[in-house]
């Protein structure tokens, strides 16, 4: 039936391909949403009142989980800001994997438009494989990097242990973690990963 045909279709986006300048623009934009999505630093370091170790493995592994979801920002910044430290000997290297890394972040993690290039698209794969390349030449270029790799592993380590010992009671990423918690009363149809917390009350 039409009224069916019409109703399976898929939400369709924009797929008109765009301008590489609109697409770093609009990448720019998604990119300064994520990081505002940073959890508070005080939040973040809290208090050694709500550090302590966890009682068993599969506590550790609850709380690293946790954690990791809701300060997924903050230690995405730590990460980086520990890579950045360790080229600050070699700005050169600093400078190319900076850019590298801008340009994966700019045209693959948050592009959501089709990229256009003097009037020709290029599809996902493309941009890809363009950089893995871009990746491997700058890799070649500025030689092996055992600093970049022990910054990378300090960040990660960093990360480990905050999620270990950061106890998550009373974070929440929404409510359904409340509920699921106890803290909120559950109703029908309340909560949802769509409405985002936004209650619809069943008609009387």
Same mark, same amino acid.
């Given at each position: 039936?039409?009224?069916?045909?019409?109703?399976?279709?898929?939400?369709?986006?924009?797929?008109?391909?765009?301008?590489?300048?609109?697409?770093?623009?609009?990448?720019?934009?998604? !990119?300064?949403?994520? $990081?505002?999505?940073? =959890?508070?630093? %005080?939040?973040?370091?809290?208090?050694?009142?709500?550090? *302590? /170790?966890?009682?068993?493995?599969?506590?550790?592994t609850h709380r690293l989980r946790r954690n990791s979801s809701?300060?997924?920002?903050?230690?995405?910044?730590?990460?980086?800001?520990?890579?950045?430290?360790?080229?600050?000997?070699?700005?050169?290297?600093?400078?190319?994997?900076?850019?590298?890394?801008? !340009?994966?972040?700019? $045209?693959?993690?948050? =592009?959501?438009? %089709?990229?256009?290039?003097?009037?020709?698209?290029?599809? *996902? /794969?493309?941009?890809?494989?363009?950089?893995?390349?871009?990746?491997?030449?700058?890799?070649?270029?500025?030689?092996?990097?055992n600093n970049l790799s022990i910054g990378i592993g300090v960040?990660?380590?960093?990360?480990?242990?905050?999620?270990?010992?950061?106890?998550?009671?009373?974070?929440?990423?929404?409510?359904?973690?409340a509920v699921s918690d106890g803290l909120v009363s559950s109703?029908?149809?309340?909560?949802?990963?769509?409405?985002?917390?936004?209650?619809?009350?069943?008609?009387?």
């Amino acid at each position: 039936m039409p009224a069916t045909s019409a109703s399976a279709a898929p939400a369709s986006y924009t797929t008109i391909p765009i301008s590489g300048g609109a697409v770093i623009s609009r990448s720019t934009q998604n !990119l300064t949403v994520c $990081l505002s999505r940073a =959890r508070p630093w %005080p939040e973040f370091l809290a208090t050694t009142a709500i550090i *302590d /170790l966890p009682p068993s493995f599969s506590a550790a592994t609850h709380r690293l989980r946790r954690n990791s979801s809701y300060f997924s920002v903050n230690y995405a910044i730590i990460v980086t800001a520990c890579a950045a430290a360790s080229l600050i000997g070699a700005p050169i290297a600093l400078i190319v994997i900076g850019f590298v890394f801008f !340009l994966w972040l700019i $045209l693959h993690f948050f =592009r959501e438009d %089709p990229l256009l290039i003097w009037g020709y698209h290029v599809n *996902d /794969l493309a941009v890809i494989l363009g950089l893995v390349l871009v990746s491997i030449a700058a890799l070649w270029i500025i030689g092996p990097l055992n600093n970049l790799s022990i910054g990378i592993g300090v960040g990660l380590l960093i990360f480990a242990i905050h999620g270990v010992l950061r106890n998550p009671e009373g974070l929440f990423l929404d409510e359904n973690d409340a509920v699921s918690d106890g803290l909120v009363s559950s109703q029908s149809t309340a909560f949802s990963p769509r409405n985002a917390g936004i209650q619809f009350n069943q008609p009387v």
